[in-house]
């Protein structure tokens, strides 16, 4: 049985910087795009960042470029969201998901039946 259970989370101060984990198990991270979601209470779910399967390429959404990075460990079956300059508009539970690799460059908000797994989400609280 797949599962992808997130870790991380927490609460931080405006400024400050958190890393969230995705464990995939047993997924392979060579055939599968992963992102990362958030969702704000009383706001839809949004993508704010992608790592694809196989050459590893990046995308991210304008909201986080240049403050969050993604990153993963295939061999350790991991993906890592390194969050810096955290704002309060970044609260938010946050959500790892695995997309089906279709070649190319990953999609940071796919059509929501395009995502096959989701994990159980993690609380990123930033406090002003």
């Known amino acids: 049985q797949v599962q992808l259970v997130e870790s991380g989370g927490g609460l931080v101060q405006a400024g400050g910087s958190q890393r969230l984990s995705c464990a995939a198990s047993p997924l392979s991270l060579e055939y599968y795009a992963i992102g990362w979601f958030r969702q704000a209470p009383g706001k839809e779910r949004e993508g704010v960042a992608c790592v694809s399967s196989n050459h590893g390429s990046v995308n991210y959404d304008d909201s986080v470029k240049g403050r969050f990075t993604i990153s993963k460990d295939i061999g350790k079956k991991m993906v890592y969201l390194q969050m810096t300059s955290l704002e309060p508009d970044d609260t938010a539970r946050y959500y790892c998901?695995?997309?089906?690799?279709?070649?190319?460059?990953?999609?940071?908000?796919?059509?929501?039946?395009?995502?096959?797994?989701w994990g159980q989400g993690t609380q990123v609280t930033v406090s002003s």
């Open positions: 998901a695995a997309v089906p690799e279709r070649g190319g460059d990953c999609v940071v908000r796919p059509p929501m039946h395009d995502v096959e797994y």
